[in-house]
């Protein structure tokens, strides 16, 4: 299985901060990496696919780049509905979730 | 509008089984890729399994490869997830998930149901 591996497991930031979140990828996954977020009892909620693709509906504050194996998550002004949790997920062979970044209120 | 309603969970004894159900609704079932994604409670996401559009290609995560099955049935437009040979590490919140793209098998996760909780215990 291809693992991907997210940093910083957690995250404390205030609104209107720029925060930044990685992943990297086992091996080369081309640009099969998108993004999500999910906020508690929630189900996970699509950002960003294929690397850099932003979902429809979703603010363009949000920005994924990357590709091969080194990939971000960048949001440019936080807002305090950007508070939740987020996870990269590779879909290059079957699919593999990120360990998660819990991103907080500072 | 997409709709997606999983049933099934429930307790059950280490070494059982379990049907999962996700019925579907709100888009041509047959033209899109669905998953099963699971995450422990408290913690992170688990890709379980998926299956093309099709229903001849199936893909699993080596924690469960030879004991979970997925199939659909696209007359009822339900996705099922058979779960054999149950573990405790097998307890968790499973999810059933549509893929993005019609045709694309991608396993990019747009729509999400709202989850049932799988607990497997003595």
């Known amino acids: 299985d291809i693992q991907v591996t997210q940093s910083p497991s957690s995250l404390s930031a205030s609104v209107g901060d720029r925060v930044t979140i990685t992943c990297r990828a086992s091996?080369?996954?081309?640009?099969?990496l998108n993004w999500y977020q999910q906020k508690p009892g929630k189900a996970p909620k699509l950002l960003i696919y294929?690397?850099?693709n932003l979902q429809s509906g979703v603010p363009s504050r949000f920005r994924g780049s990357g590709s091969g194996t080194d990939f971000t998550l960048t949001i440019s002004s936080l807002q305090v509905e950007d508070f939740a949790t987020y996870y990269c997920?590779?879909?290059?062979?079957?699919?593999?979730f990120g360990q998660g970044t819990v991103l907080e209120i500072k | 509008e997409v709709q997606l309603l999983e049933s099934g969970g429930g307790l059950v004894q280490p070494g059982g089984s379990l049907r999962l159900s996700c019925a579907a609704s709100?888009?041509?079932?047959?033209?899109?890729?669905m998953s099963w994604v699971r995450q422990t409670p408290g913690k992170g996401l688990e890709w379980v399994s998926g299956?093309?559009?099709?229903?001849?290609?199936?893909s699993y995560a080596d924690s469960v490869k030879g004991r979970f099955a997925i199939s659909r049935d696209k007359s009822k437009n339900i996705l099922y997830l058979q779960m054999n040979r149950l573990r405790v590490e097998d307890t968790a919140v499973y999810y059933c998930?549509?893929?993005?793209?019609?045709?694309?098998?991608?396993?990019?996760?747009?729509?999400w149901g709202q989850g049932t909780l799988v607990t497997v215990s003595s």
């Open positions: 709100g888009f041509t079932f047959s033209t899109f890729a």
């Open positions: 998930a549509k893929d993005q793209a019609d045709h694309d098998d991608s396993w990019t996760l747009e729509y």
């Open positions: 294929s690397a850099s």
């Open positions: 091996q080369s996954i081309s640009d099969f």
């Open positions: 997920q590779q879909s290059y062979s079957g699919a593999t």
């Open positions: 299956i093309g559009g099709g229903g001849d290609r199936t």
